[in-house]
């Protein structure tokens, strides 16, 4: 529940700048899924997250730097 309500308040300032620790631990699949077309969007958007992973496949998906 805490993963939802940071990326819900940062998604609602509308800030540039993004940082998470670990943003998909305790998101179930499909919130998981949704968290990773968000961040594909807000890239397109020219949005920078910064975050930190363990989960290597749903990092690949995600990121453009390693």
């Known amino acids: 529940m805490h993963q939802k ?7 609602i300032k509308n800030v540039d700048n993004w940082f998470f620790g670990e943003p998909n631990s305790g998101l179930d699949p499909k ?22 992973a ?6 690949k998906q995600t ?3 390693f």
Not at 5 to 11: A, L, P, R, S, W
Not at 31 to 52: D, G, H, P, R, W
């Open 5 to 11: 309500v940071g990326i819900t308040i940062t998604k």
């Open 31 to 52: 919130l998981s899924n949704e968290f990773t077309s968000l961040s594909k969007y807000l890239t397109c958007q020219k949005v920078a997250i910064l975050m930190t």
């Open 54 to 59: 363990y989960d290597l496949f749903r990092a």
């Open 63 to 65: 990121a453009t730097h």
